[in-house]
């Protein structure tokens, strides 16, 4: 199967997840590079949210094996999994976000569990956090509720980058944002990829996150990886589900959006 | 790099002339345990910062070395930072532009102005929800007499599910519970009047005590904490997801059609539950005499019909109704009340709890006021 690579940083082979009777994951195989984003598309149903919680571990699968970093995630003892899971950082389709927590303690929530650090220093980097992912500075006090969605989802991000992982997995990070708002996060995505060294796991519907921000594309389908690749060689995949979804009308406009402005 | 992240590696300083030299891993951890005042001291005087040593850095890192250039900066000595890889410049660049702005303000001090302010404002808080309870109390009633007018408008499927909701399927806890009341009451009564050889008082005094007061109340509280919960929680949890507003923009009415129907088979089922709650705690208290006290089922029979006014239990059916009100508007209006956040949700089904209880509880003082002074 293509797009199999050495040295992956997450390395799934054989997944297969199951629900009562219903299979969503037969024998998955996937490799994310280090430093790279990979976007995970799929139509509805075919298991990407499923397969961003397997991978981190709150889903146990049937069979096949999931490394990260190095480590196999289900049969690591309960100490190993806690370092290894301070290495990776998730942020959910809505953020997330402890409700009864302002946006500042939610940020220090990780901190707060993982690290011994002095108050002031958790304050300062929580705020530096929050000032990152480009929440005005009001925000920090503000709880949840008082927030429009698209700073939820900002508020989601900076909590996951909290402890400066090496992975992130943004669960769906620009569906339900205005074009503008979308587009502005993933500028952000890709600039604290840069900055921060991230290697990020995008699970996606949106196609000009696609030609925007990712380096690879991988396609489920058919309860497995359908193909990897650039978005340029998903235009040749023969396969009907993939053919509509990228040469539909929608990817042609965001194809021609992408080209218009590099 | 990256396996790295122990606790082992750290961080050195060391100065070179004007130049601090930062080698090693600075990272969270090693942030952490860095005396920094000491780092300051080290820092001051210099006109430069090597960083071609590090290793590896964060953003905690990149805040420390940033924070030292402009504290060290201050004195008029600009710092400059050098020898930063291209991903730390970058790392650092970013954290520049996300440190806070400087002169925020302190939060100041609360007075006892403060205080009184704050006591006031819940005190109109208070007031205006008993204003906003009143007037959905009117606007049910309302609602109700409008029914009353064009009963087509009644959902029946609706009541008759509600009536089994809160009646039907309350009928085992409340049982129970009323029969239980009654043993308590007949052992610690009969413990009582043993003492003075009065033990066959022990009817009236169950029957006065369950007929008239006990029955009715707890069956009340039962149904506040069972029924009137669930109503806050559905309605509120609908009330969520947008379904109330899409049901008023269909033109569906959300009193008609969730508050009436709720209310309605409170009213309706509170009294049955109140007369199977009455007729239980005489069972358990008959029981329990006749165990203790050797009381046979006919004499406790005789003398209650003796003995008992038939008003003792119309006292008690009377305050039904207004109790199955008060829960079922408390619970309705506060799901209302629910906004976008499910804690939310969670504080108000609680509110309606223990609001809808006290209520019941104060409009039972002020009914037994009433009928002491109409004087049954």
């Given at each position: 199967m293509a797009g199999l690579v050495d040295d992956p940083i997450i390395r799934v082979r054989g997944l297969v997840t199951r629900f009562g009777t219903h299979t969503v994951h037969d024998g998955l195989d996937l490799d994310v590079r280090r430093g790279e984003i990979i976007g995970v598309v799929g139509g509805s149903g075919t298991g990407k949210s499923v397969l961003l919680r397997a991978i981190v571990g709150l889903l146990k699968p049937v069979a096949g094996r999931i490394e990260v970093l190095g480590e196999s995630v289900r049969d690591t003892p309960e100490e190993e999994y806690r370092r290894l899971r301070r290495r990776w950082g998730v942020m959910f389709q809505d953020g997330a976000l402890f409700s009864s927590l302002t946006v500042r303690q939610n940020v220090e929530a990780p901190m707060r569990e993982q690290l011994q650090l002095d108050q002031d220093l958790r304050e300062t980097l929580a705020g530096i956090k929050v000032r990152m992912v480009g929440?005005?500075?009001?925000?920090?006090?503000?709880?949840?509720?008082?927030?429009s969605g698209g700073m939820r989802k900002r508020a989601g991000f900076a909590r996951a980058i909290a402890l400066d992982p090496e992975i992130v997995f943004l669960d769906e990070p620009t569906a339900g944002l205005d074009p503008i708002g979308a587009a502005a996060f993933d500028i952000l995505i890709r600039q604290l990829q840069a900055a921060l060294g991230l290697t990020v796991f995008l699970v996606t519907h949106d196609l000009d996150s696609l030609y925007a921000i990712c380096d690879r594309v991988a396609v489920l389908a058919d309860k497995r990886v359908l193909a990897v690749g650039t978005v340029q060689d998903m235009l040749k995949v023969d396969h009907p589900w993939v053919r509509e979804y990228f040469h539909g009308p929608r990817a042609r406009a965001a194809m021609a959006s992408a080209e218009g402005a590099p | 790099m990256s396996a790295a992240q122990g606790s082992g590696a750290r961080a050195l300083f060391t100065r070179a002339q004007t130049r601090l030299i930062v080698a090693g891993n600075l990272h969270i951890n090693a942030v952490a345990k860095l005396d920094r005042a000491a780092l300051l001291e080290m820092a001051l005087g210099n006109t430069e910062i090597d960083i071609s040593g590090l290793t590896r850095i964060d953003t905690a890192g990149a805040w420390l070395l940033v924070d030292l250039q402009q504290q060290a900066s201050a004195d008029g000595i600009s710092v400059v930072l050098t020898g930063a890889s291209e991903a730390q410049a970058q790392l650092i660049d970013v954290v520049r532009h996300s440190l806070a702005p400087t002169g925020t303000a302190q939060p100041k001090a609360k007075t006892l102005v403060d205080q009184i302010e704050l006591f006031g404002r819940m005190v109109v808080r208070g007031l205006r929800k008993a204003a906003e309870l009143t007037s959905f109390l009117g606007q049910v009633v309302g609602t109700m007499a409008g029914i009353v007018i064009r009963?087509?408008?009644?959902r029946l499927t609706s009541l008759v599910h509600h009536c089994q909701e809160v009646g039907l399927n309350a009928v085992p806890i409340v049982a129970l519970m009323a029969f239980l009341i009654g043993v308590v009451l007949a052992f610690q009564g009969a413990a009582q009047l043993r003492q003075f050889g009065a033990e066959v008082f022990v009817v009236d005094l169950i029957a006065i005590s369950v007929l008239r007061e006990l029955g009715i109340l707890l069956t009340a509280i039962i149904v506040a904490g069972r029924s009137g919960s669930a109503f806050t929680a559905a309605i509120g949890s609908m009330k969520m997801r947008e379904e109330i507003d899409a049901m008023r923009t269909i033109g569906l009415d959300p009193v008609t059609i969730l508050v009436v129907p709720r209310v309605l088979a409170l009213m309706i089922m509170l009294p049955a539950l109140g007369f199977i709650a009455d007729i239980s705690g005489l069972v358990g208290g008959a029981v329990m005499s006749w165990i203790?006290?050797?009381?046979?089922p006919a004499v406790f029979q005789s003398r209650l019909v003796s003995n008992t006014d038939v008003w003792h239990f119309g006292v008690g059916m009377i305050k039904a109704p207004f109790f199955a009100l008060i829960i079922g508007i408390i619970g309705c209006f506060e799901g209302l009340k629910v906004?976008?956040?499910a804690e939310s949700l969670g504080r108000l089904t609680s509110t309606s709890v223990v609001l809808s209880i006290f209520m019941v509880i104060m409009v039972d003082a002020m009914f037994s006021i009433f009928f002491a002074i109409v004087g049954v």
């Open positions: 929440l005005p500075e009001n925000a920090l006090a503000n709880y949840p509720s008082e927030l | 009963p087509r408008r009644l203790e006290l050797g009381v046979s906004g976008g956040d």
